[in-house]
C-alpha cells in the first residue's frame, strides 16, 4: 500500500506538470493566432484550452468571443469568423463573405495571422532557455570525473563493455559530458564506440540490433554510472533503532551484503527483497575506517522512506557550472533551442532512414510526453521541458500539411505567388483530409502507449 502511494504521488505530479506546461504552450499559440487576428479586424468566434466535441468545460463570452475549456487535451483552437478550420463550419462558408471574415483580408494579413502561433512558440522557447541560462546556467558532469567508471547494463555487455569502462568517444566523436553517449549512438547510427579502459583507449563494434533496442527502451540499458553512497542528510523523522548515521557516511553494506556502489543494487538481484522490508540493517563505513552497523525500520507516515538523503552524483564526481550574465545568456539561450530542434530533426530524419529506428518505438502520445517530467516538482526540469516542447511544437506545426497552420500558409503563399486563391471547396477538403492523417496519427501514438504499458507490466 505505502508503495503504490508513492507511485499514484509521483504519477500526479507528473500529470500536473504536464498539464501546466501543456496549458502554456497551448494559449500562447493559440493567443499568437488571436492577437493579429483581432489587429486585422477579424472576429474570432472562440477561443479554446483543449478540444470541446459536444460539450465544454467551462465557457463565457466576452463580447465577440467565446472563451473555454474543452475536455480534450490535444491542443486547442481559435475559431475565426471566415475561416476553414477545425469546426469545418461549412453554412458559414457558404455565405457571401463578410469584412470581419479571415477570407476577406489581403493574403499577407491572413499569412500573418496563420504564422503567429509558429511565431509565438519560437519566441517562447527562446525566451525560455535565455531565463534557465541566466538563472540556472549550464551544469554537467564531465566524462572524464567518471573516476570509478560505469556499470555496464545488458546493452553495454553486448557492445562488449565491462564494468569500470568508461565511454570516451562514439563513432570517434569525443565525448565531454556524461548522459550523451546513448542519444549520440541513436542520432549518428555509430559502428563503433570507444571507452577507456585501465587507462587505455579500447574501440567496440556496435552490433546490429542495439541501436534500435536503445531507442526502443528510451536509451535504458546500455550502463550506469559507478559511485559511493554518501550520507548527505539524516531526515529528523528517521526511525533508527539501532546505532546512528552521520553526514560523510559511506554505505557498504545491506543486510550484511557487499555494497561498493549505488548500481551494485541494480546488477545484483540480491537486493531485490528489500524494498519490502519493514526494517533494513545497513553498514556504514566513517571516516574511512570505523564501521557503523545501523538499523532503520520504514516509516509508514512518510510513505515508508527510510529518511536517509543521500549526495547527488554531481557532488560525489564533480561537476561544471557554466554561468551566465543576462547578456552571454541571450545567444547561450537561442542556442540551445536551436540545438534542440536540430536534434529532433535528426531524429525524425532517422524514421524515414535508418534500419533500426522504428516508428512504433520512437512515436508516444501524451502519455509518453507526461512521463517525461520528474516525479518530484523541478522548476528548472519543468521548464527545461516546456522550452523543448515549445520549440517542436513550432516546427511540427509549420510543416506543409493540411490542418496545421504550415498546410494554411502553404495555401496562402502559393495564392501570394501565383496570383489564384484556391477554392473554398479545394481547402475544406485539404482540411478534412489533414485532419483525419493527424487523428488517426494521435490515436495510433495513444494505442502504442497503451500497448506498451500493458506489455511491461
Known amino acids: 500500500m505505502v508503495l503504490l502511494a508513492i507511485e499514484w504521488a509521483s504519477i500526479g505530479t507528473k500529470v500536473l506538470q504536464f498539464i501546466l506546461s501543456f496549458s502554456i504552450l497551448v494559449v500562447l499559440h493559440e493567443l499568437g493566432h488571436f492577437l493579429p487576428a483581432r489587429w486585422f479586424k477579424c472576429r474570432v468566434e472562440k477561443f479554446y484550452l483543449f478540444f470541446n466535441p459536444w460539450f465544454s468545460l467551462f465557457k463565457k463570452k466576452i ?36 469584412p470581419w471574415e479571415f477570407r476577406s483580408k489581403p493574403a499577407w494579413q491572413r499569412l500573418i495571422i496563420m504564422l503567429g502561433g509558429v511565431t509565438v512558440n519560437v519566441l517562447l522557447a527562446f525566451a525560455i532557455f535565455i531565463m534557465i541560462m541566466w538563472i540556472w546556467g549550464d551544469r554537467y558532469v564531465p566524462v572524464s570525473n567518471l573516476k570509478y567508471g560505469l556499470y555496464a547494463d545488458s546493452l553495454g555487455r553486448k557492445i562488449g563493455m565491462k564494468d569500470g569502462d568508461n565511454i570516451i568517444a562514439v563513432a570517434g566523436k569525443p565525448i565531454e559530458r556524461h548522459g550523451s553517449a546513448g542519444s549520440e549512438i541513436i542520432m549518428n547510427e555509430a559502428k563503433t564506440i570507444t571507452v577507456l579502459r585501465d587507462g587505455k583507449p579500447v574501440e567496440l563494434t556496435v552490433p546490429p540490433g542495439v541501436i534500435g533496442q536503445l531507442n526502443k527502451n528510451r536509451l535504458l540499458g546500455l550502463a550506469l554510472v559507478r559511485y559511493p553512497d554518501v550520507v548527505d542528510s539524516v531526515m529528523p523523522w528517521s526511525k533508527i533503532l539501532k546505532g546512528d548515521v552521520r553526514k560523510g557516511d559511506t554505505l557498504i553494506g545491506i543486510d550484511g551484503h557487499p555494497i561498493q556502489y549505488l548500481s551494485d543494487l541494480i546488477k545484483d538481484t540480491t537486493f531485490d527483497y528489500i524494498k519490502d522490508e519493514k526494517v533494513v540493517s545497513l553498514t556504514y563505513l566513517r571516516n574511512g575506517h570505523d564501521t557503523v552497523q545501523v538499523q532503520i525500520q520504514r516509516n509508514e507516515k512518510e510513505k515508508g522512506a527510510l529518511g536517509l538523503h543521500y549526495k547527488p552524483m554531481e557532488d560525489i564526481l564533480g561537476s561544471v557550472h557554466v554561468t551566465y550574465t543576462f547578456w552571454q545568456a541571450i545567444p547561450a539561450g537561442v542556442n540551445k533551442a536551436m540545438e534542440t530542434l536540430s536534434n529532433y530533426i535528426r531524429n525524425l530524419k532517422l524514421l524515414f532512414t535508418s534500419k533500426e529506428v522504428k516508428a512504433q518505438d520512437s512515436l508516444g502520445s501524451v502519455i509518453s510526453i507526461a512521463s517525461i517530467f520528474p516525479s518530484t516538482w523541478d522548476w528548472q526540469s519543468f521548464w527545461t521541458l516546456t522550452g523543448i516542447f515549445s520549440i517542436l511544437l513550432a516546427f511540427m506545426n509549420v510543416l506543409p500539411i493540411p490542418a496545421l497552420d504550415g498546410g494554411h500558409a502553404l495555401f496562402t503563399l502559393v495564392e501570394m505567388i501565383s496570383g489564384r486563391k484556391p477554392s473554398d471547396k479545394f481547402i475544406e477538403y485539404a482540411q478534412m483530409v489533414g485532419m483525419v492523417l493527424l487523428f488517426s496519427l494521435m490515436a ?14
Do not use: C, N, R
Open 63 to 98: 463580447g465577440e468571443t467565446e472563451y473555454g475549456l474543452g475536455w480534450i487535451p490535444f491542443g486547442g483552437y481559435v475559431k475565426i469568423s471566415g475561416m476553414i478550420d477545425e469546426s469545418m463550419d461549412k453554412e458559414q462558408m457558404q455565405q457571401a463573405p463578410q
Open 444 to 457: 495510433y501514438a495513444l494505442g502504442l502507449d497503451i500497448f506498451h504499458a500493458f506489455k511491461f507490466k
